[in-house]
């Protein structure tokens, strides 16, 4: 187990999730190495970092004092060898994940804390594709993860007491609330908020209501910023891609992405990434 002062993360990704979960740890001042093998991602990941570093800084969710952590990009798996944890953050697809997870299981020192940001995926699923199932946890950092500050945990059957207490320790550096969980398709959080966002878009197919008046709605009820915002702030291309894997682990039809969605996100209407979901954006991020 590694003391927060020699916290070197590896972040395996540069899409939204991953871009924001570096973000979150160059603000803690940890150093990070973000692996992207998409050339234009990975040259585009520290203007990214740096641009929504100033937005964090500037709602309060992170110190402005505080001095940056270095952050470094690469194209190999290789070059996480030395990190005392790593974050996979690449599309929520079993199979791309379980073939980079086990790519980095195979370089980085036995102990060394794997955390997959899934959030629909079993942690038990993904543990079979790795050399050592007891060092695998599963971290869903909600976006963005420097202004929310709870993480979800998610415990597989495999996940053994030291990366359970590692994936702690790191969660306390970077300032944020560990929630532990048991293992299973969508755990709690999207267990939850997927079906809803799901219903709440087939509201609006079928006409019975507006976009804004779901939002509307269900921020009476104390949802921060309504469903579909969330989902616009999730990513619906995400979100079609955990509602199928969702569909496909339980075989729950309300699971079954909407028809709206789907075609959105055909259109390229990802949301706030893009521009352009639910609501339209100035600037896509």
């Given at each position: 187990?590694?003391?927060?002062?020699?916290?070197?993360?590896?972040?395996l990704?540069?899409?939204?999730?991953?871009?924001?979960?570096?973000?979150?740890?160059?603000?803690?001042?940890?150093p990070?190495?973000?692996?992207?093998?998409?050339?234009?991602r990975?040259?585009?990941?520290?203007g990214?970092?740096?641009?929504?570093?100033?937005?964090?800084?500037?709602?309060g969710?992170?110190?402005?004092?505080?001095?940056?952590?270095?952050?470094?990009?690469?194209?190999?798996?290789?070059?996480?060898?030395?990190a005392?944890?790593?974050?996979?953050?690449?599309?929520?697809?079993?199979?791309?994940?379980?073939?980079v997870?086990?790519e980095?299981?195979a370089?980085?020192?036995p102990?060394?804390?794997?955390?997959?940001?899934?959030?629909?995926?079993?942690v038990?699923?993904?543990?079979?594709?790795?050399a050592?199932?007891?060092?695998l946890?599963?971290?869903?950092?909600?976006?963005?993860?420097?202004?929310?500050?709870?993480?979800?945990?998610?415990?597989?059957?495999?996940?053994?007491?030291?990366?359970?207490?590692?994936?702690?320790?790191?969660?306390e550096?970077?300032?944020?609330?560990?929630?532990?969980?048991?293992?299973?398709?969508?755990?709690?959080?999207?267990?939850?908020?997927?079906?809803?966002i799901n219903?709440?878009?087939?509201?609006?197919?079928?006409?019975?209501?507006?976009?804004e008046?779901?939002?509307?709605?269900?921020?009476?009820?104390g949802?921060r910023?309504?469903?579909?915002?969330?989902?616009?702030?999730?990513?619906?291309?995400?979100?079609?891609?955990?509602?199928?894997?969702?569909?496909a682990?339980?075989?729950?039809?309300?699971?079954?992405?909407?028809?709206?969605?789907?075609?959105?996100?055909?259109?390229?209407?990802?949301?706030?990434?893009?521009?352009?979901?639910?609501?339209?954006?100035?600037?896509a991020?």
């Amino acid at each position: 187990m590694t003391d927060q002062a020699e916290q070197r993360l590896a972040v395996l990704g540069a899409g939204v999730m991953g871009v924001a979960i570096a973000t979150l740890a160059v603000g803690h001042g940890m150093p990070v190495v973000v692996v992207e093998t998409d050339e234009a991602r990975r040259e585009g990941a520290p203007g990214r970092v740096a641009m929504q570093l100033r937005m964090a800084q500037l709602l309060g969710g992170l110190d402005r004092e505080r001095p940056s952590g270095v952050l470094t990009t690469s194209a190999s798996t290789a070059d996480v060898a030395g990190a005392t944890a790593v974050v996979e953050a690449i599309t929520e697809l079993a199979e791309p994940k379980a073939k980079v997870l086990a790519e980095v299981s195979a370089v980085v020192a036995p102990g060394t804390l794997l955390a997959t940001n899934t959030s629909s995926i079993p942690v038990d699923e993904l543990a079979d594709a790795v050399a050592r199932p007891e060092d695998l946890v599963g971290t869903h950092f909600m976006n963005p993860p420097y202004l929310i500050p709870t993480v979800e945990v998610v415990r597989g059957p495999r996940t053994g007491e030291a990366a359970l207490r590692s994936a702690g320790l790191l969660l306390e550096g970077l300032g944020r609330q560990a929630v532990v969980v048991g293992d299973g398709p969508g755990f709690v959080s999207s267990r939850i908020l997927h079906r809803m966002i799901n219903d709440a878009v087939r509201i609006v197919d079928e006409g019975r209501a507006s976009v804004e008046a779901v939002d509307a709605l269900m921020q009476g009820c104390g949802h921060r910023i309504g469903p579909l915002r969330t989902a616009d702030l999730i990513g619906l291309d995400n979100l079609v891609d955990s509602l199928r894997a969702l569909h496909a682990r339980t075989g729950d039809e309300t699971f079954r992405p909407s028809e709206l969605l789907v075609r959105m996100v055909r259109e390229g209407r990802h949301g706030r990434k893009t521009g352009r979901g639910f609501y339209d954006y100035l600037e896509a991020f």
